[in-house]
């Protein structure tokens, strides 16, 4: 394959992002409605919700934990076999789980197998997106994660449907049904050679460089705070509304409504990534910031009405952070480092993920309700956003005039320094 000096900024690079859609909405889409099984687990099985929470949370972990491996195999092999690979590991991992008898088989099939299936999904597709794109990068990171969006608005009330109508095994089946198009979303992905390939050395040498990276590591440490509280609402609303008094389907309903939000919150944030001047960090934090408030303030509302903006609010804002946290790490570490910079970030965060959902069920069984769960997830989020503002050239002031410019990969990695331009020979 010939190499190219830069991103296309388009051509088969569109298909990949059609491909990363649908990938998109059969990982998280299917995790973020996964709130809908939790009730059932706990009621089938007789067990504690912080028991429960960890199916969620081991298989979000495995998939971030993991990512590592996804890259590497995907720098060496390609992406293609390795998501068509994983397609196949998520959709026996849900069709295992249907035949579980306790909840050490749906740790084992959902958390373990399908997680690792996952993993070998989700972080190679966006890696392989980020390649094909440059200044549209982050219009095209939202309008695939859009899946998500869509998915969790399509797939909370049609789970809540199959397990009132076929009982939770039977729509198990169906999710590994699902699962095993990502297949053909694998099919779709092209791998694409670039001239930067040939000075970032091999992973072992991208890995050393990147933990030496001061930049690269607060941004690390800043989604993991993030990852902590972020899935809350989706593993334990449903069960909140329901301590409120609300029946099954209006409450998965409600997710619906802060799908369709989050949709909107992906495209919009997706454009302004790539329209507005300066570092993508700023929005980042913005979104956290939001997102963070929003979710301290779900325990507050008691009112439908009140409960329904803060859903709507939350889906917007949760969903608007997505795009522009994916499009600020080729800025830092460039896109010749893109795969294992990914991998390494997910598998980091994967402590967020491994202990938030967790943390919230505990924290529901010693009060008796979801008022902690909720204010410490807002807290973590919070948390994060202050830790993004230390990101190099955050507080920096460009020229309104000034798009996005390239020089602004910040820290570079092994990079040669530019001499500085003899005056009046320099061009802007």
């Not at 900024?9 to 939790?38: I, K």
């Not at 994967?350 to 069984?365: N, W």
Request: aromatic residues 10%; contains cysteine; neutral net charge.
């Amino acid at each position: 394959m010939a190499r190219r000096a830069e991103p296309p900024d388009g051509g088969w690079g569109w298909m990949v992002v059609l491909s990363a859609f649908f990938q998109s909405a059969l990982v998280f889409g299917v995790l973020r409605s996964f709130g809908v099984f939790f009730v059932e687990f706990v009621a089938a099985f007789e067990e504690q919700a912080a028991r429960v929470s960890w199916i969620a949370s081991i298989g979000i972990a495995v998939q971030q934990f993991g990512s590592p491996i996804g890259s590497a195999l995907s720098t060496k092999l390609g992406p293609r076999p390795v998501v068509m690979t994983g397609g196949i590991l998520a959709a026996l991992g849900m069709l295992l789980a249907s035949f579980a008898t306790s909840l050490t088989h749906l740790y084992l099939s959902i958390g373990l197998l399908s997680g690792s299936g996952w993993a070998l999904t989700f972080t190679p597709t966006l890696a392989c997106l980020s390649r094909y794109f440059s200044r549209r990068r982050s219009l095209a990171m939202g309008l695939s994660l859009t899946g998500v969006g869509l998915s969790s608005f399509a797939f909370a009330p049609l789970f809540q449907w199959l397990i009132s109508n076929y009982a939770w095994r039977g729509a198990l089946l169906l999710v590994s049904a699902l699962s095993l198009h990502l297949m053909a979303c694998g099919a779709l992905l092209r791998p694409l050679s670039l001239t930067e390939d040939t000075s970032v050395g091999g992973p072992g040498a991208q890995l050393t460089s990147l933990f030496h990276h001061g930049p690269f590591l607060r941004y690390t440490i800043a989604l993991t705070l993030i990852n902590t509280g972020y899935f809350i609402p989706y593993v334990h609303l449903v069960a909140h509304l329901q301590d409120l008094g609300w029946d099954p389907l209006p409450a998965a309903f409600l997710l619906s409504v802060a799908a369709i939000s989050d949709l909107i919150g992906r495209v919009g944030s997706g454009w302004l990534g790539d329209a507005v001047p300066g570092p993508v960090a700023r929005l980042l934090m913005l979104w956290t910031t939001l997102t963070g408030v929003s979710l301290a303030l779900f325990p507050v509302a008691q009112a439908p009405t009140t409960l329904v903006v803060l859903a709507v609010a939350y889906g917007f804002t949760s969903g608007a952070l997505t795009p522009v946290a994916f499009s600020v790490l080729p800025e830092l570490v460039g896109t010749g480092r893109i795969y294992c910079g990914l991998g390494l970030v997910q598998m980091i965060e994967s402590i967020g993920g491994l202990l938030g959902a967790p943390l919230s069920g505990y924290l529901r069984d010693v009060t008796g309700n979801y008022t902690a769960s909720f204010m410490v997830a807002g807290a973590f989020l919070l948390a994060g956003s202050g830790v993004l503002t230390t990101l190099p050239h955050f507080f920096s002031c460009i020229s309104a005039s000034t798009s996005r410019p390239k020089d602004l990969v910040i820290e570079p990695l092994d990079t040669k320094i530019p001499l500085p331009k003899k005056e009046g020979l320099g061009e802007d």
